[in-house]
């Protein structure tokens, strides 16, 4: 699914259950922002109808899910010695 492809009353709903703006989801899903991948996050937690894949295809690899950015938060770790 892509957020170009929600109504604006569930815009709503989503930007509530994801604590951010209605309007910032209507420019991702124009494609004149995009989502960061904490809120890429929040979004597939709140709709499961979403992958990460679909919002952020320049992130995640189509196939595996993966980030196959080295900002993404979530994926740095340092190794400790």
Do not use: H
């Amino acid at each position: 699914m892509k957020l170009q492809d929600l109504s604006r009353q569930e815009r709503l709903v989503l930007a509530e259950a994801t604590s951010t703006n209605e309007q910032y989801l209507y420019q991702c899903g124009v494609g004149l922002k995009n989502p960061s991948p904490k809120l890429c996050r929040r979004i597939i937690e709140a709709d499961p109808r979403f992958t990460l894949p679909e919002l952020r295809p320049d992130i995640w690899d189509v196939n595996t899910s993966v980030a196959v950015s080295s900002n993404d938060e979530c994926m740095n770790s340092e190794v400790q010695s």
